[in-house]
């Protein structure tokens, strides 16, 4: 490969891509409805993607529209042993070809990628976006178009940075300079289904940098990751570089976790499959030809922790927002609060007025905002949340709390009160519509924000509001520790590629900060180079001689 990953070629600080709107008479909006009728009006096949070829295996499941689940989207091809071991194959045979291009070369092929997303796919991966995971039309937007558009623009310009970074200082007779070099073997993505801008992230980072891939999507989420597959194709991605590969985690994870060639585990999903993949790699340490990469974000049960001079209305509105966009199905959704008795009463009253004009149906309506849970599994255990709490003496519902599955899997905002700070809904991830609200005595402010920091296993993100900046100072220092994203004022949601680096500690993963150059170091091996001109003849030094 090119030593120096010449980097002389400047990618231009790139723009966050503007957010459409879709509001009533823009074209925007009439662009998007009629992707959603093409999409509704056929049902497509998702096949393998080893090696550049579409692999069909007869193993099939059906994707469906989670508000609508009798209506069949698609039928996805499902990797078995073989596949996947077809899969390693190609990415190892890609290798050598890929990482020998100029870092250029690759870059312009997920810039154009970026350019075929914002433009040419758009509606059709939003739309895609919309019936697959449920997601309303601007949680779509703000997702599979911008977010992933921002991923791609921002990684390249990232890892220009990375390659320029040289030593600023070389003696005389001596040039020194490092080599930024790809892992030794694969990368092993494993995506989530909540967020299309993360299923593409996922592969492409160690791309850019380098290395090849084997994306494994989310069985719930395999529609938009297949379609940027073949974005990624148009864009002249080579065959190899990245593998998709749908299929049960214990027959891919397995073959992938136990192969000699693993190179690094770029992961989103549960604590505890992150956990069990770390063990794996544990107890295959010795068996490996490098030690792995494992870069992971996993769960979250994000605060609202409010003081009492924050803004009643502003909170509240915080509170309906953070937990309910997307029905609280994001890793960073606001799932505890924490409200002083002084405001309780204001803030239950504009909790009650903003949820009541809530609107919850299927994404094609335009006017929903709050739609379905991804799948039966996630309604069942969403839903044993809340009637745990039905028979609760500790707690109770003071809205919403209704669900039903006949059609689509609907659960409606629901806000718990309780008495107990350790109640389980203050400390388990729930992963959907559910907020659970402790209301503290003003006087024992600081006293909450240790118990705040202390109830749970996470610390992914968190928010304080409070007009007092003694309050927000001192909601600062108490909770440094217990949220890798901090929120002044605002809801725990929404970060955006390179102005809020994403990530959280303890039980919420690894920190590598997705949308940084941080997260891109991970995905490269540095090698630093001396090189003299000027070498010593002889090994003697001057302190040697007797005179």
């Known amino acids: 490969m090119n030593l120096l990953n010449n980097a002389v070629i400047k990618v231009p600080f790139p723009q966050n891509e503007p957010v459409y709107s879709y509001a009533p008479g823009t074209p925007e909006r009439a662009k998007l409805k009629a992707a959603l009728e093409e999409l509704q009006a056929k049902k497509i096949e998702i096949p393998l993607i080893i090696g550049g070829k579409e692999v069909r295996t007869g193993k099939l499941a059906k994707v469906v529209m989670p508000h609508d689940h009798q209506h069949v989207l698609a039928e996805c091809h499902l990797a078995g042993e073989a596949e996947v071991q077809m899969a390693i194959d190609a990415a190892m045979a890609a290798k050598k070809e890929w990482e020998s291009l100029r870092w250029e070369e690759r870059a312009a092929i997920f810039l154009k990628a970026a350019?075929?997303?914002?433009?040419?796919y758009r509606y059709i991966m939003n739309a895609a976006s919309m019936l697959s995971t449920s997601?309303?039309?601007?949680?779509?937007?703000?997702?599979?178009?911008?977010e992933l558009i921002d991923f791609l623009r921002f990684n390249v310009y990232y890892a220009q940075q990375i390659y320029s970074d040289q030593p600023p200082y070389s003696p005389k007779g001596i040039w020194n300079f490092v080599?930024?070099?790809?892992?030794?073997?694969?990368?092993?993505?494993?995506?989530p289904f909540n967020f299309t801008a993360i299923a593409g992230n996922l592969p492409t980072a160690p791309a850019i940098m380098g290395n090849t891939v084997i994306l494994k999507p989310a069985s719930s989420c395999v529609y938009t990751p297949y379609l940027f597959m073949q974005i990624l194709k148009e864009a002249g991605l080579p065959d190899?570089?990245?593998?998709?590969?749908?299929?049960p985690g214990s027959k891919v994870g397995k073959i992938c976790l136990d192969h000699p060639d693993l190179g690094g585990i770029h992961f989103t999903g549960s604590t505890g499959v992150f956990q069990q993949m770390w063990q794996t790699v544990g107890n295959n340490i010795a068996k490996y030809k490098s030690y792995p990469r494992i870069v992971g974000e996993t769960g979250g049960k994000d605060f609202i922790f409010a003081h009492a001079s924050a803004d009643v209305k502003r909170l509240a509105t915080a509170i309906v927002r953070g937990?309910?966009?997307?029905q609280g199905q994001k890793c960073s959704a606001a799932s505890r609060a924490y409200v002083p008795t002084s405001i309780w009463p204001a803030v239950r009253a504009e909790l009650e007025a903003q949820l009541s004009r809530i609107k919850m149906g299927p994404t094609t309506d335009f006017t929903n905002f709050f739609n379905a849970v991804?799948?039966?599994?996630a309604f069942d255990t969403i839903t044993e949340f809340i009637d745990y709490t039905k028979k609760a003496k500790d707690a109770e519902i003071i809205l919403g709390g209704g669900y039903d599955d006949s059609k689509g899997y609907f659960i409606e905002p629901t806000v718990i009160l309780t008495s107990n700070p350790r109640y389980r809904t203050m400390e388990e991830e729930i992963f959907g519509p559910v907020m659970t609200i402790y209301v503290y005595e003003d006087a024992r402010y600081e006293e909450t924000l240790d118990l705040c920091d202390q109830t749970s296993i996470y610390a992914l993100t968190g928010a304080v509001f409070a007009a007092e900046r003694k309050a927000v100072s001192l909601a600062m220092a108490k909770l440094e520790n217990a949220a890798g994203n901090f929120y002044i004022n605002d809801k725990p949601t929404g970060a955006v590629v390179g102005q809020q680096p994403f990530g959280g500690a303890r039980a919420s993963g690894t920190n590598d900060k997705a949308g940084s150059a941080l997260n891109l170091l991970r995905w490269v091996s540095t090698r630093t180079v001396k090189e003299t001109f000027d070498a010593p003849e002889s090994f003697e030094y001057p302190f040697l001689s007797e005179k």
């Open 323 to 326: 937990a309910f966009e997307y």
């Open 374 to 377: 991804i799948d039966k599994g």
């Open 179 to 191: 080599q930024q070099r790809p892992l030794e073997g694969f990368v092993f993505a494993v995506t």
């Open 115 to 120: 350019e075929l997303l914002s433009g040419k």
């Open 135 to 146: 997601k309303n039309a601007f949680q779509a937007e703000i997702d599979a178009a911008c």
């Open 240 to 247: 190899g570089v990245i593998n998709f590969i749908p299929g």
